[in-house]
C-alpha cells in the first residue's frame, strides 16, 4: 500500500519567507509525527498529533514553529520567517496507535528545506 | 537525560566482510529498540526492533538482540554486500512517550 508522503521534496526560500511542509500519512495511522534531521543535530523529533488529543509540541524549536493535523489526516508543518539555521530535512512519520511504546513509525522520504 | 549512543563512521569494509555498529542507550524504564536504515537518496526504513530485554530483532541478514543488562542493542552481519551501503541509526521508544530518540547515525560504505 501506499506509504507517508510529502511535498515539496525540495523547498528553496529566502530568509524571512515562510514556508509550509505536507504531510500525508499512511492511511488509517492515527499518530503523525514530524522530525528534522540536520548535519548539526542529528534526528530531532518536533511534534506529534494522536486522535483529536492536543499535539505534543514539546519539540518545537521555537514559536516560528507550527503544525496542525487536519480531519486527522494531512498534517502541516509552517515555518515563520525562516532563518538559515533552519535548513534541514523534515521528516514525517505515521504510526498506527502508540500501544505501549512498541508502536513502529514509519517515515516520509522528507522535504528538504534550504534557507538562503 | 535520554541518549543514544552509537559508534561513529564512516565504516569502510569490503564485501563478504562481518558489520557490528555498536549502540547503548540512556532512558529510564524498559524502552522498545530500533535500527532504522537510511539508504543514498532514500528516506528511513525500519530494518529490525525488539520491544523487551533478550529479544532479537532481524532482517535482511541483520540481527540486534536487546540487552537489558548492558543498555545495548549492537546491529551485525555475518556477510555484507555493496547493497549494504547505508547510514545506520539506532533509536529507542520510551513505553510512556511517542518519540523516538535516535543516535547520531553511522555511515557504511561497502566496497566490492
Known amino acids: 500500500g501506499a506509504g507517508v508522503s510529502q511535498s515539496p521534496s525540495n523547498k528553496v526560500t529566502e530568509k524571512g519567507k515562510d514556508v509550509e511542509l505536507r504531510c500525508d500519512p499512511i492511511?488509517?495511522?492515527?499518530?503523525l509525527y514530524w522530525y528534522r534531521q540536520s548535519l548539526g543535530q542529528g534526528l530531532e523529533f518536533l511534534i506529534y498529533?494522536?486522535?483529536?488529543?492536543?499535539?505534543?509540541k514539546s519539540g518545537l524549536p521555537s514559536d516560528r514553529f507550527s503544525a496542525e493535523r487536519t480531519g486527522g489526516s494531512v498534517s502541516t508543518l509552517t515555518i515563520q520567517r525562516t532563518q538559515q539555521e533552519d535548513s534541514a530535512v523534515y521528516l514525517c512519520?505515521?504510526?498506527?496507535?502508540?500501544?505501549?511504546?512498541?508502536?513502529?513509525?514509519?517515515f516520509g522520504p522528507g522535504t528538504r528545506l534550504t534557507v538562503l | 537525560g535520554d541518549s543514544v549512543t552509537q559508534m561513529e563512521g564512516p565504516v569502510t569494509l569490503s564485501e563478504e566482510a562481518c558489520l557490528t555498529i555498536?549502540?547503548?542507550?540512556?532512558?529510564?524504564?524498559?524502552?522498545?529498540l530500533f535500527w532504522y536504515v537510511q539508504y543514498p537518496g532514500e528516506g528511513l526504513q525500519l530494518l529490525l526492533k525488539?520491544?523487551?530485554?533478550?529479544d532479537k530483532g532481524s532482517n535482511k541478514g541483520f540481527e540486534a538482540t536487546y540487552r537489558k543488562e548492558t543498555t545495548s542493542f549492537h546491529l551485525e552481519k555475518g556477510s555484507v554486500q555493496v547493497s549494504d551501503s547505508a547510514v545506520y541509526f539506532c533509536?529507542?521508544?520510551?513505553?510512556?512517550?511517542?518519540?523516538?530518540?535516535f543516535g547520531g547515525g553511522t555511515r557504511v560504505l561497502v566496497k566490492p
Open positions: 492511511s488509517g495511522h492515527t499518530a
Open positions: 525488539a520491544t523487551k530485554a533478550d
Open positions: 555498536n549502540c547503548t542507550y540512556t532512558a529510564t524504564g524498559y524502552p522498545s
Open positions: 533509536a529507542f521508544l520510551k513505553a510512556a512517550g511517542n518519540k523516538l530518540t
Open positions: 498529533f494522536q486522535g483529536n488529543s492536543a499535539p505534543d
Open positions: 512519520a505515521s504510526s498506527l496507535a502508540p500501544t505501549g511504546g512498541t508502536d513502529t513509525q514509519y
